[in-house]
């Protein structure tokens, strides 16, 4: 039980790294094709990798049982358009020198996580994590009297759309991967019909005279699925709390990578925000670790 256990923190974690780290590597190299193709190509590449995993795994009957439900379409088509704007709008902080904005999301996302559970679950919280919420919320508020500029916009919108959309996907019981090939189904044509007219107007990149660049592009499908797969394993192996802390690597990187590696600008405002985060977030922590 303990070997299982202790391989599941592992998954979780090389999962939570490859979207800290080599993640945001690889997109920030690839961006200079443009966030709009970047964006096309991730929803392309995300669809034809799904369907490569659910023939391998054999994951066919399942996908039938899924789409048989028009209860489970609605819900699949809404959490695809919120899973859609969480990849437009990291992919366009990565390619416009926001990585450290992005990491704000990423910060506040579990905490904005147990805010929707409070409004929409009923689920009831202590006194230590509705003091993380007060918290996050007076960063947020701090940030818009100061300066409405320095405001992380793009890490609201990060953390709003994967919030909500964990939201929905919690509400049906079906598998992440199959689920989310369903969700890149619905966005599927919208891909397609972008990608017609990024290549009818000569902006591609991505073109057959280049064989290795379109291997390069096509990557993105791999870079989206493969954290994925390891991450819910690494849930599935060691349950929510463990793997929810170990999460955070993902946005300490983004954080770190941003900040050193990239050279971002981060502001005192920033910083001042950013304390009242992280306390929020060790706060946090500490109470689910107690509680589990």
Not at 18 to 33: A, E
Not at 34 to 40: F, Q, S
Not at 212 to 237: E, S
Not at 265 to 283: C, D, G, M, N, Q
Request: charged share 10%; hydrophobic share 55%; aromatic share 22%.
């Amino acid at each position: 039980m303990k070997k299982e256990f202790n391989k599941g923190l592992l998954l979780a974690g090389f999962g939570s790294f490859w979207w800290g780290v080599i993640g945001v590597i690889y997109f920030k190299f690839v961006s200079y094709i443009g966030h709009i193709e970047l964006v096309v190509h991730r929803c392309l590449w995300t669809t034809f990798t799904l369907l490569l995993t659910t023939i391998f795994f054999f994951k066919w009957n399942i996908f039938l049982k899924i789409i048989k439900s028009k209860s489970n379409l609605f819900y699949l088509f809404i959490s695809g358009f919120l899973i859609f704007v969480n990849w437009a709008v990291w992919i366009y902080a990565v390619a416009t020198n926001r990585i450290i904005d992005a990491s704000f999301g990423y910060f506040i996302m579990p905490i904005l996580s147990v805010m929707l559970g409070i409004f929409f679950f009923k689920e009831k919280i202590n006194q230590k994590r509705f003091f993380a919420i007060l918290l996050v919320i007076i960063s947020i508020i701090f940030l818009i009297v100061v300066s409405i500029k320095s405001l992380p916009w793009v890490g609201l919108i990060v953390a709003i759309s994967w919030g909500f959309y964990n939201l929905v996907r919690k509400k049906i019981n079906v598998d992440t991967d199959v689920g989310l090939l369903i969700e890149s189904l619905f966005i599927l044509p919208f891909a397609l019909i972008a990608f017609y007219f990024i290549a009818n107007q000569g902006y591609n990149d991505f073109k057959f005279s280049d064989p290795p660049m379109m291997l390069f592009i096509f990557l993105a499908g791999p870079m989206t699925v493969i954290p994925l797969f390891l991450y819910v394993k690494g849930v599935q192996l060691s349950g929510l709390g463990p793997t929810g802390m170990i999460f955070y690597i993902t946005p300490t990187f983004q954080f770190l990578l941003g900040y050193f590696y990239y050279n971002e600008p981060f502001s005192t405002t920033k910083l001042l925000s950013f304390i009242f985060i992280w306390i929020a977030v060790i706060i946090y922590l500490k109470d689910l670790h107690e509680t589990n």
